[in-house]
């Protein structure tokens, strides 16, 4: 039984058994993991707030090849996210960015990027208590990097750029069934429009570092655009919805 040490992301934890814990975290070295933490819900437990929901930890842990869940052995905080969780909007795309890393990662391959972006989203909702350009920031960069990026300059279907059409104030249509963006003229029934400020957003948004974008270069409403758009595409590619993303319709 290798004894492992990592740096890590608490995703979920769920109640095991009397006294235990189920936690889903991600390991910075070995990816997306599942172990049980002996006596972490007991009183005085050496675990302490260490498991709650996005804590930036060290963690310790042993591997057994034949089966599927590791035993942790010990945890250190480095940053904790739980002062962060009493804020509703805040604690809503929190919620988001643990729910949707545990969907999109598959077991035990590391994840280098999605790590820094965890992280680096959840230090900005806690830092500015401004969840709304951290999220769409969040949900446009884990698209990006599945693979599963529409492009946001040229319609999917005739190839037509999309932002020279300067005669319309809603010049791209994005479709839910296909996770496409197309221009006004291969629109379909169905589609929603998709504002040009949220195509020039989302650019942005992939060139740009999150802590130098501000509202005149990303509004609020071009953030909540590329939010609700690139959450269609997660669920569309997980197969479900997600849990969260019912909180944020009533934010
Ligand atoms: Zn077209």
């Known amino acids: ?3 492992h040490e990592s740096e890590a992301i608490v995703l979920q934890s769920y109640p095991l058994g009397e006294a235990d814990r189920l936690v889903s975290f991600l390991s910075r070295n070995m990816g997306r993991m599942r172990g049980v933490a002996r006596g972490a819900r007991r009183p005085k437990s050496r675990f302490g707030s260490t498991l709650e929901r996005l804590s930036h930890i060290r963690i310790w842990f042993f591997e057994r090849e034949t089966r599927e869940l590791v035993r942790i052995s010990q945890c250190e ?3 904790s996210f739980l002062d962060a969780f009493r804020d509703y909007a ?4 929190l919620s988001l960015f643990s729910e949707i890393t545990q969907a999109v990662l598959p077991d035990k391959e590391a994840a280098d990027a999605n790590f820094r972006l965890l992280l680096l989203c959840a230090q900005t909702v806690k830092r500015t208590s401004k969840a709304e350009p951290a999220l769409a920031y969040f949900a446009l960069w884990t698209v990006k990097l599945g693979g599963w990026l529409p492009p946001l ?6 190839g037509r750029p999309l932002l020279e059409q300067a005669q319309s104030a809603l010049p791209a249509y994005f479709s839910r069934s296909s996770s496409a963006i197309v221009c006004a003229n291969c629109r ?3 589609m929603r429009a998709i504002s040009r400020d949220a195509l020039v957003a989302g650019q942005r948004m992939l060139a740009e570092r999150l802590d130098r974008l501000d509202e005149d270069s990303v509004s609020l409403r071009a953030a909540k655009e590329i939010t609700e758009t690139m959450l269609d595409v997660i669920e569309h590619q997980i197969d479900r919805k997600l849990t969260s993303r019912e909180l944020l319709e009533s934010a």
């Open 1 to 3: 039984m290798p004894l």
């Open 77 to 79: 905080m480095i940053e």
């Open 90 to 93: 805040s604690s809503v795309a």
């Open 153 to 158: 300059d040229i319609c999917a279907r005739c």
């Open 188 to 190: 379909r029934p169905g």
